[in-house]
């Protein structure tokens, strides 16, 4: 039988031969993530979690940083599913193919994009830093940019009610 580092029990455990001392949980200081990943002009992101690091063989996770009043080129992550936590700041994200769409988020509220869908983040806010966690649905960091012209006024995704009866703010 290969030898893959674990020792596998009679009852079906896979307890490796360091008992998961260095090879279980791992904390990854926030002063020691990797910038070293693929970037988009306009943010800053770094690496916490992936293949390298760790050795994360399905997610990716790091944190994006927007700088005030800044926004990013249009780009996509080809199949991967990307999860967006706004930490603090305020996120305008734009999308489609024309980026022709735009909602906004806040602290505490989580962005889902899924593959392939054309999208730009921007910081709504002239004065804060937008600081989010970004977790990816796979070890690589797969960043397509893109050669979109932005529409100048994209339409607004918002609810419809007696208040709200065009979609209007």
């Given amino acids: 039988m290969p030898h893959?580092?674990?020792?596998?029990?009679?009852?079906?455990?896979?307890?490796?031969?360091?008992?998961w001392k260095h090879?279980?949980?791992r904390v990854i200081p926030g002063d020691q993530l990797d910038k070293n990943t693929a970037q988009t002009p306009g943010m800053n992101r770094a690496a916490a979690i992936n293949a390298a690091r760790v050795g994360a063989q399905k997610i990716w996770a790091g944190?994006?940083?927007?700088?005030?009043?800044?926004?990013?080129?249009?780009?996509?992550?080809?199949?991967?599913?990307s999860v967006i936590y706004i930490v603090s700041g305020r996120a305008r994200m734009r999308?489609?193919?024309?980026?022709?769409?735009?909602?906004?988020?806040g602290p505490g509220?989580?962005?889902?994009?899924?593959?392939?869908?054309?999208?730009?983040?921007?910081?709504?806010?002239?004065?804060?830093?937008?600081?989010?966690?970004?977790v990816r649905s796979d070890n690589e960091a797969v960043v397509v940019n893109l050669d979109i012209e932005p529409v100048e006024?994209?339409?607004e995704v918002l609810w419809?009610?007696?208040?709200h009866k065009?979609?209007?703010?």
């Fill in 63 to 81: 944190t994006v940083h927007i700088h005030p009043n800044a926004k990013t080129g249009a780009h996509h992550h080809g199949e991967l599913e």
């Fill in 166 to 169: 065009t979609g209007g703010v």
């Fill in 160 to 163: 419809i009610d007696p208040i």
């Fill in 109 to 134: 509220d989580f962005i889902f994009v899924p593959p392939f869908v054309p999208h730009q983040e921007i910081n709504a806010s002239t004065d804060e830093t937008l600081r989010c966690v970004l």
């Fill in 153 to 155: 006024k994209p339409e």
């Fill in 95 to 105: 999308w489609g193919e024309k980026l022709e769409f735009v909602a906004e988020a």
């Fill in 4 to 19: 893959d580092g674990h020792h596998h029990e009679p009852d079906g455990s896979h307890t490796p031969s360091d008992g």
């Fill in 23 to 25: 090879t279980g949980v």
